[in-house]
C-alpha cells in the first residue's frame, strides 16, 4: 500500500516505544501478579505492532506477532498460566519481535533462525490449553477482506425483499443508505410496503413500520449485493433471489439471507436488545483508573529545538538592551527601564517553560537496567538485586540519550570487577546477593545520579600498579586515595587479568567520561575497600542557560559556572607560598589549597601574575577538591546563554561552551575541572600548551 | 460543511493512517487515543461518525460503543469497530453493545472510505 509508505516512520518509532515498555513489563511480571494492567499492555502492544504489521505487508512480522499475541491473550484472561519459564518465553519472543522489526526498518530479510521454533511453542502452548476447539484466532490473512465469492454471473435481475427491524435503527442504520448503496450495483425498481405504518398518533418513532421490495439489475455478483447489508443481517429480515427475465409467478430461490437457515418465512427473528449497562471490559485496575487523563501532543523534537535555539537568542538581545539601557538614568526614562526588567522577567519565564517541555523522566533510561542486571548476573554467576529510586526525576531529552550508554557501562563495570562471587561474599562476612542502588536526584542546579554498589570497592594497589605500568604516573608519585581510584577513568585503563566481553575492553570508562562532560557534567568514583563503591555523575538541569560569573583574564571576558563557585578572596601577599616546583598554593584558614592561574592553563601571555594584585576565586573541582583559580577581575553575574562549541569546534580542553554577554561580545565558558585537571594528565588544559615530554611537578609524567 | 470523523486507537499508527485515509475522501478527522479519551473529546464537539478500535487501555472500544449509546447525543450515531480477522467474538460483542458496523485492519484505504461512505455519507 503505496500510500502507507509516509507512515512507515511513525510506525517504526511507535515500535521501539511499544517494545521497550514491554521488556520492562515482562521484567516486572511476577508469578502472582496477574491483577495488574501489565498483561493487557503487553498484549495490547504486540496488537498494535501486528496491526500496522499488517498494514505494510512485513508478513514474517504479522506471523510472529499474530502467535505471540495467541499466547498473551491466553495469559491475561486465565488460561494459560504465567511462570518463570513462561515469563523467560516472552521475554524470548520479545526479543525475537525486536529483531524482525529492526530486519524491516533496515530492510534486510534475515529471519533469526529460533523463529519458527518459539512460534510454534507458543502456538502449541495455546493448543493445549483449549484442547479440542480451534485456536482462538485464525492465521491472519496478510491481504485485505474480499467477498468476491461468485463468478460474474451476467446481467440479471435479483429481487430483494427487505424489512429492518428496530434494531436497525438502534444500532445507527440508515435503510436509505443501504437504498443509495443497491442504486450504485445497478439500475433499482423500489416498491415500498406501507400496510404496517399505524396512525401518526399511535406511531412509535423507533419502531421500523416499512418494507421494501426492490428489484436490483445488475452484473455484480451476488456477494457484493449481499455485502450491502452486512452490518444489518441480525436487524432484519432479508431475502435475495433471482428474477428470471420473463417474469414468472414462481421465483428460484437462489440464496437466502441470513445465513441462519430462515428460508422464506416471515417469522421476525428478534435480536436480544443489547443491554443498556453493557459490561465493558475494563481492564482489572478498577479504582486505579486515572479519571484525570494527562493529555499530550507529539511534537517534532526539531520543532522544539529551533524553539529553544529562538528564545536562547531572545535572551541574548533583551541582554544586550538591558547591558546598553544600564547606562541610561532611571529618572530620565523610567518606563523604559522598568518594561525592560519586566521583559527580562518574562524571558526568563519563557526560557524556563520552553526547556521544561524538553524535560523527561529518566525513567525511560533506567528502564533497560533491570533486564542488564538481570542478564548480567547469570552471565557472570554472580547474585545481584538492583534497586531504583528517583525515576521521576526529569532532565532534558537530548541528556536522557546520551546517558543511557554512559550508565549502562558503569553498571557492567560495577558488576564484573566491583561485586564478588557470593562465595567471596560469604567469606566476607556479607550477604551473598549483592546490591546495586541506581539512584537520580536534584540538587542545587544539577541533577545527580549515582551507581552505588556494596562490593569489593576499588582495589588501589592493583589500579596503582596498572597505572605504573602503562605510565600514567611516575612510581613515587603519591596520590591520594581519591586520586588513586579516579584513575580508573583514565584511557586503555583496565584491571581485568584477562579482557571479559564485558566490560574488560579498558575502553569503557574514559568514554564515559568524556560523554558526561561533553553533556556540560561531571562523573567521579568514590570507594571504601571493602564496603562499596558508587558512581556519581552530576549532569546540569538545562542544557541552555547557567547562571555566569564573567571574569576577566588578560583582556578577555569568560564565563565560570557559579555553581562552581565557592568563595572569592583578594588575596594578601602572606598567605601565598610559592614552591620550589614554581607552583604556588594559598593558605585559607589554615589549609593549603593549589593556585592555579587561569591566564597560564589558557595559554594566554599576559594575565595578572601575582595573585595579590587579581583575585582568586575557590572553585570546587572533582579531581583535585578546593582549588583556587587567580583572575584578574569579577565583573557580575548573569545569565547566560549556553551556546555549543560542538558544531564547529573539536572538544577543547578547559572550554565547556561558549556564550554571548550583553555587550554583544563572546566569551567562553569554562570548565573547571578540564581547566584544572593534573598537568600532563591528557584531557588537561595544557594539552593544548605544554610540549610533550615534559614532566610537571606532581611526579605524573606526560 | 464536510462531515466529522472520530477515529479512536491507542496505536499512533493507526490512528495516522485513518486520518490519511479519510481525509482523503474529504471527511474532517478528529483522533483519540483510548476510550476515555475518546468520552471527553466528544463531550465538547459532536462529530458524524465514530471508528474504533477494540483493544485500548482505559477503556477499550467495546466499553465506548456501550457508553455512547447510553448518551441521548450518541444514539443514533453511527459507529465501526476496527477488529482484526481472528476477532469474530469481539465483532459479535461490539455488535450487541450496539455498534453499527466494522472494519477489519489491516484495513485498504478503499475499503474505509467505502465502509464509512455507507453509513455516513
Redesign the interface.
Known sequence: ?D??E??KE??F??CAELLDDMETRITGLRKDSLND?SL??I??AV??I???A??FKFDNLVAFS?DFEGLLDGMRNDVVAVDESRIALLLTARDLLADLVDAVVSGHDAVPENLAAVGAEMAAIVKAAHPGETP???A??TG??TKDNDTAPGERTLRIDFAPLREL??????PL?LV??LKELGPLKTTVNLSRLPDLSQMDPEEAYLSWVFELTTEAPLGLVEE?F??VT?DCQLSISDVPVRPTQEPAAVACVPSDGATESRVPRRQ?E??????????SNGPG??QA?V?SI?VDLDRVDRLVDMVGELLITQSMLAQQTSELAVDRYPDIVRGLEELSFHARELQDSVMAIRMQPVRSVFARIPRLVRDLSKKLDKKVRLVTEGEETEVDKTVIEEIADPITHMIRNAMDHGIESPGERRRAGKTPEATIRLSAEHRGGCIIISIADDGRGVVREIVTRKAVDSGLIGPDASLSDEEIDNLIFRPGFSTAGTVTDVSGRGVGLDVVRRNIERLGGSVHIQSEPGIGAAFIVSLPLTLAVMDGMVIAVDGEHYVLPVNTILETIRPVESDIVTLPSGDAVISLRGNHLSLIHVARMLGLNGGEADPSKGLVVFVDTRERGKVGLVIDEMLGQQQVVIKSLQTNFKNIPGIAAVTILGNGRVAPILDVDGLCRPAGAPGDANDLHRPTGQTSNMGIAT | MSKRIMAVD?????R??VR??LRGAGYEVVLAED???AL?LLSKERVDLVITDI??????G??????L??DPAY?????LILT????A?KRQQG????????L??????R?LVSVVQ??C?
Open positions: 500500500m500510500e502507507f509516509q507512515f511513525t510506525y518509532a511507535e494492567d493487557h499492555a498484549f495490547r496488537h498494535s501486528k496491526a500496522g499488517g498494514a499474530h482462538t484466532g485464525e491472519p490473512a485485505d477482506e435503527f438502534i444500532h445507527a442504520n440508515e443508505l443509495r448503496e450491502v452486512e452490518f441480525d436480544p443489547p443491554s443498556a449497562g453493557a459490561q465493558p471490559s475494563l481492564p483508573l486515572a487523563k493529555s507529539r | 491507542d496505536s499512533t499508527t493507526m495516522d493512517m490519511f485515509a476510550g476515555m479519551d471527553a483493544n485500548m487501555p482505559n477503556l477499550d467495546i466499553g465506548l460503543v456501550a457508553k449509546r447510553q444514539r443514533t450515531t453511527p459507529i482484526t480477522e481472528s476477532e467474538t455488535k450487541d453493545a450496539g455498534a453499527t458496523g466494522w477489519v485492519k489491516p484495513f485498504d484505504p475499503k455507507k453509513v455519507p
